[in-house]
């Protein structure tokens, strides 16, 4: 599975974007996928991601202004940030195949698929 991320970009604090991580070679209907980030000097940090019932779960700092959605028919996965902050700058990476159990979403080492990042820079 070779996955795709896109849709970064430079935008000024409270506006929004949406990533799309696109997956060829392979349906990944199945797969749970995440997004990750890591900003310059940072660790990677776990965004949200999405099962493949649809379940999802986030960070805490970005519950009611990230939306993870699926859409199979596109084999694509999207990350809808509205509300963006100075403090969302980063890389943003997606991941797919969740290796370790279900509740270990937010482990990135988990992940057997990645993605190779798109740029998000808010400004204030």
């Known amino acids: 599975v070779q996955l795709q991320a896109s849709g970064?970009?430079?935008?000024?604090a409270g506006g929004?974007?949406?990533?799309?991580c696109a997956a060829s070679g392979h349906s990944f209907?199945?797969?749970?996928?995440a997004w990750f980030r890591?900003?310059?000097g940072k660790e990677r940090e776990f965004v949200a991601s999405i099962n493949w019932g649809g379940g999802t779960n986030?960070?805490?700092s970005v519950k009611g202004r990230f939306t993870i959605f699926r859409d199979n028919a596109k084999n694509t996965v999207y990350l809808?940030?509205?509300s963006l902050k100075p403090e969302d700058t980063a890389v943003y990476l997606c991941a797919a195949q969740l290796l370790g159990g279900p509740d270990k979403y937010y482990i990135s080492s988990n992940y057997?698929?990645?993605g190779q990042g798109t740029q998000?820079?808010?400004s204030s």
């Open 8 to 12: 970064g970009g430079s935008v000024q």
């Open 16 to 20: 929004s974007l949406r990533l799309a």
């Open 29 to 33: 209907r199945s797969y749970t996928v």
């Open 38 to 40: 890591q900003a310059p």
């Open 58 to 60: 986030y960070l805490e």
């Open 80 to 82: 809808q940030t509205n």
């Open 112 to 114: 057997g698929y990645w």
């Open 120 to 122: 998000v820079t808010v």
